[in-house]
């Protein structure tokens, strides 16, 4: 069966660069989340997108943006690097109804350096 | 707020031995528990889900998990682990957003070792 779909899946980047991570769902997925795993850490909800709009926003730096297109893939676009930024960024997806499993993808792998 | 924690940062266990992962969660709503395991450099697999109905859940790879409402807990158990079961596993609950859908709070995990 078809999975979220992560791109790159590793990418180095100096401080003060741009990174863009995509992502795109699983077919019919209309709701897309990105979460932010730093070293040791716990997953950290950044933002969610259902159907194109901003559904829900976390702890995401104003340095970052995102958006869903209208083939549901998603970008996330991380200026200004820090080398805090370095981290592993999953996309996720589901249905969107609530209730519904929200299935990971492998995540990209950032670091900063 | 909602919060998930997990006490156990660290559980060794032999192999063939039965496991308990505990998880506790703070939701003010009835709670979509969720525990999903990541390899190491891997993404976020889940294991078992619960919604609502019966209170003990069945998942992947032979895992059962409990939701216990009266001590707001959902702990994860196996009865014999494998050696490929040494993981991270992070418990998660559910919360609904303003457009109907939810986003995950994560516990800080509990690392699994495994020994022969």
């Not at chain 1, 992502?23 to 019919?28: A, D, F, K, S, V």
């Not at chain 1, 730093?38 to 340095?63: A, T, V």
Request: proline residues 5%; hydrophobic residues 35%.
């Amino acid at each position: 069966a078809a999975g979220v779909i992560q791109s790159p899946r590793h990418l180095i980047k100096e401080k003060r660069e741009t990174a863009t991570l995509k992502c795109y769902p699983i077919p019919r997925h209309d709701t897309v989340y990105w979460y932010q795993q730093g070293p040791g850490q716990d997953p950290q909800f950044l933002i969610s997108f259902y159907e194109k709009m901003q559904s829900d926003k976390g702890s995401i730096p104003d340095r970052f943006s995102a958006q869903q297109f209208s083939d549901y893939h998603s970008e996330l676009n991380m200026s200004s690097l820090e080398l805090g930024d370095s981290a592993l960024y999953f996309c996720a997806s589901s249905t969107g109804a609530s209730g519904n499993t929200i299935y990971f993808g492998e995540g990209s792998w950032l670091t900063v350096v | 707020a909602q919060s998930v924690t997990q006490p156990d940062i660290h559980i060794t266990v032999s192999e063939g031995a039965s496991l308990e992962l505990r998880c506790n969660y703070s939701y003010g709503a009835t709670p979509y528990l969720f525990w999903y395991v990541q390899s190491p450099g891997q993404g976020l697999q889940l294991l078992l889900k619960y919604f609502s109905g019966d209170t003990l859940v069945q998942g992947i790879k032979g895992f059962e998990a409990e939701f216990k409402r009266s001590q707001s807990s959902f702990n994860l158990r196996k009865p014999s682990v494998h050696w490929s079961d040494a993981a991270e596993y992070f418990c998660a609950v559910g919360i609904i957003s303003n457009f109907g859908n939810e986003k995950l709070t994560f516990g800080t995990g509990t690392r699994l070792t495994i020994i022969p």
